[in-house]
């Protein structure tokens, strides 16, 4: 290029694509995950009985840092899966996919993501939340990076990504109250396995769309040991039983008289396993 203004707008453009392929590894879109977090925050006025319309904005502004620390975690998932991507017929479209990233810069965003993430509990002096949001931090560790890298071993990926339920459970909470061991342990037990069934349906799904076990194998090699079919869709009813049957002791302990939130549940997971 020897025209120099042609040669400006050219590197101009280059910069706004790249910065826009990096605010996509946010996968902002995949915040609405964090209404999980919304339960907490009720469990926590019902038990301790207080509630001010100032904690109204201290929930939006903890989602906020919650959902900092999820795109963080996000960007070291993408970044670490870009090879086994490529093997995905839909994931092969992804920017890390495609182009290759200096591993400074992937660690620059994902620092500045983790410190905007805890300025804000310790801004406000909420340890409790800043230790628990260090827990969800900690899980995206060891789901992605070896030598755990949790999401290559059977059982292990579903169970370990998963636990991110109860950990939103208790931010939730945290947002208002730092008294975490009031939770029963039989919601918290739930919350997990809830996750575990959505997140093991999610897997089943992949395993129906991919087809080709050898595909399967180079995309998620932790998905190719299973035994199919049969075993993901037994696990699934399992750990759909075992959160209902969870929820129910729950229910009888606690409020008895919203017995009938479990038929509710029943037909909610039934819908998505049908899904």
Do not use: C
């Not at 998932?77 to 200096?102: G, Q, T, V, W």
């Not at 909420?126 to 990076?145: K, P, R, T, W």
Request: hydrophobic letters at 50%; proline letters at 3%; glycine letters at 2%.
């Amino acid at each position: 290029m020897k025209n120099p203004l042609k040669k400006n707008r050219y590197l101009q453009s280059k910069i706004i694509n790249l910065n826009f392929n990096m605010i996509k590894l946010l996968r902002i879109d995949h915040w609405f995950k964090q209404i999980f977090v919304l339960p907490g925050f009720l469990l926590a006025i019902i038990i301790t009985n207080k509630f001010e319309l100032i904690q109204l904005f201290y929930l939006l502004i903890y989602i906020f840092s919650v959902n900092l620390m999820a795109s963080a975690n996000y960007v070291l998932n993408e970044y670490l899966d870009a090879d086994k991507d490529r093997h995905h017929p839909l994931k092969k479209i992804r920017f890390l996919s495609n182009k290759k990233i200096s591993v400074k810069k992937i660690t620059i965003l994902y620092l500045f993501l983790s410190i905007l993430a805890f300025s804000i509990p310790l801004f406000f002096e909420n340890l409790i939340f800043a230790l628990v949001l260090l827990i969800f931090q900690l899980s995206g560790i060891f789901y992605n990076i070896k030598p755990f890298r949790l999401k290559d071993l059977k059982y292990l990926d579903v169970i370990s990504e998963s636990i991110n339920n109860p950990i939103r459970l208790l931010l939730g909470f945290t947002v208002i109250s730092n008294e975490v061991l009031l939770i029963p342990t039989s919601l918290i037990l739930t919350y997990w396995f809830a996750g575990a069934f959505l997140m093991n349906s999610k897997r089943l799904a992949e395993y129906r769309f991919l087809k080709k076990k050898s595909l399967i194998k180079k995309y998620r090699p932790s998905l190719s040991e299973y035994n199919q079919p049969g075993e993901l869709e037994s696990l699934s009813i399992m750990y759909s039983m075992l959160a209902i049957s969870l929820f129910s002791i729950f229910i009888i302990k606690n409020k008895i008289e919203f017995i009938l939130m479990v038929i509710s549940l029943v037909f909610l997971f039934s819908y998505y396993f049908n899904l």
